[in-house]
DNA sequence: CAGTTTGTTCAAGATTTATTGAACAAGATA
DNA sequence: TATCTTGTTCAATAAATCTTGAACAAACTG
């Protein structure tokens, strides 16, 4: 017979093809393989699936379904749904854009703008103790700079959401198309 | 006397430290440490400064300051300055962040969603293959929610540029700002 | 309680990615 | 042409990251 311990429940072709979609999505943010194949395997299931079949249809270990599963839940892009009689945790992806989206930058990106914003405050004192003093007013404005992109990452964000959530600005670039929040 | 070959191009604490919030926003992006070295050193100076200089200030070698600059240059984070009676290349850094983020765009980020858009394509034919008619009209749902997380993603481009361009926007939902394009 | 099911933890191993530095190419200089 | 300067390439090495799986904890079951 075949090699390997082949059963039944080997991906589809369709199926290996769209978690491909999110592993590599996933890799373009900085998440691992098996966070993608894990969320992407959900997105094709059309009910929740529990970690044995997670385990046993991505063939990856319980310590990655067990860590990677933890750590979709934290960015709020797996959520649990609980089956009568049934003692095992049954698992959903979110299917909300914008919802996904806000947990990435509320867990992943947030805390590095906030302790950007930490550092750039100790960058003041320790320019002012440069004793060169042409340098020391560049360094400044070099300062003044970096605060001013901090800021404009700042209003990013709410901007993004807004489109996320359907909102419509009024794009004068954009021939085609208009958007009004 | 002190270890090391200590030559007086040491980094003074403010370099380093600013250097320091380079090195993160790169890591943050998926670009490798020396890359946010040599940005974050351009940064620094109020001149523009050579191969050699680069090498020897953050004591990396003539490899990562030829591959990164490479880079940089790709990305149009950094630019060449030609210098009247000097050979060597002399690095300024890309002050505009509207530019910063178009270039790590078109070159970090676009193809991926180019390719996505062909990937998806070739989708929809793997799933007329299964054979389970429920299944397959879930997945081709599936796929009508990717195609419309691709288009939402491809309009938000044109506005972040906008909005780091400078641009106004309305927003009903931040209270304290008012945004205008 | 003893045994079972379900999932977690974390050190070791595997894999991926970044860095180094010696050999090399291209162009200036003498 | 021979030599020097300047920067590039790429195979080997180092470093960072991910995955595995055995040992463990917690909660249910009989």
Redesign the pocket.
Known sequence: MSASSSNDSALSAWEASMIDVFVRAA?LI??????G?IYGLLYCSPRAL???ELVERL????????????LLRQLGAVKLKYVAG?????YQPELSMKRLVRGFIKDQFEPHLSSGSERLQGLESLIQQEDNEALREHAMGRLGTLLTWQQRTRKLVPIVMAVLGGAKLFDQDSSADEYVI
């Open positions: 890799s900085g998440l691992p393989r098996s966070i194949e529990t970690f044995d063939q990856i270990s319980k310590g990655s379904v067990s860590q990677g599963v933890k049934s003692r095992r945790d049954h």
